[in-house]
């Protein structure tokens, strides 16, 4: 089956800097890779996706890469900021019956 | 409004004991599920219902039991609770169109004493 791995773990940076996330998934029939952020309390909420048909994306200060042929695809997040903070999660799919395979998750801190 | 809302937040009971978490979404999705979040926040999908048919159940003990009374409800019945179950679990709902975006609950925290 599928397996995600993500780097790093816990990841801290000041205010306005960029953030970088990474992942690296197994299954090369993998077609779907969500972003998820999780607050304290919360669910996880989709930030941003990627199908592989398409190598980059972004939206705002958020943008996800993909390189189908390493199998890893990225998060960045650019001007950080306090609310930034948060759990990452990246995640693969082969199907469409939404069975994502999700990373262990990287904790933000975005200190002022 | 909430879109996809869990019923209780919190779940505390002993080890033995059956319990129910309950999920409805109002966001015309005819997909649900449930994800359970370990206590070192891995996310692992349980079960999945389209239209109220079962059409994922990963390796779980048949002490899970989920029922879907309706493609709006998904319900996650537990029964001789163990200590290891003690998580998160989240309901989720998704349009059925391939790929499409989970919309998950706030959580409802199982902690078996």
């Known amino acids: 089956g599928e397996n995600v791995e993500q780097h790093p773990s816990t990841l801290s940076v000041q205010e306005g800097d960029s953030a970088v996330i990474k992942c690296t998934y197994s299954d090369s029939a993998s077609n779907y890779f969500p972003w998820y952020k999780q607050e304290l309390g919360k669910g996880p909420q989709l930030i941003i996706d990627?199908?592989?048909?398409?190598g980059e994306k972004k939206d705002q200060r958020i943008a996800v890469t993909l390189n189908k042929t390493a199998k890893h695809f990225s998060l960045h997040i650019t001007e950080t900021q306090p609310e930034d903070s948060a759990v990452y999660f990246c995640a693969a799919s082969t199907d469409s019956w939404g069975k994502l395979q999700f990373g262990a998750g990287t904790q933000v801190v975005v200190t002022p | 409004d909430t879109a996809v809302s869990q019923t209780p937040k919190y779940l505390v009971t002993q080890m033995g004991n059956d319990k129910s978490i309950k999920c409805e979404q109002n966001?015309?999705?005819?997909?649900m599920y449930w994800y359970k979040q370990d206590s070192k926040k891995f996310l692992k999908i349980m079960f999945s219902y389209n239209n109220k048919e079962l059409i994922i159940n990963e390796t779980v003990p048949n002490r899970f039991s989920p029922k879907s009374p309706d493609k709006a409800h998904l319900n996650l019945h537990i029964n001789s609770l163990e200590l290891g179950d003690s998580a998160v679990y989240f309901c989720?709902?998704?349009?059925?169109?391939?790929?499409?975006?989970?919309?998950f609950g706030n959580g409802t925290r199982l902690t078996v004493t």
């Open positions: 966001l015309g999705h005819d997909t």
């Open positions: 989720a709902s998704s349009q059925v169109t391939p790929n499409s975006p989970l919309h």
């Open positions: 990627i199908r592989s048909n398409v």
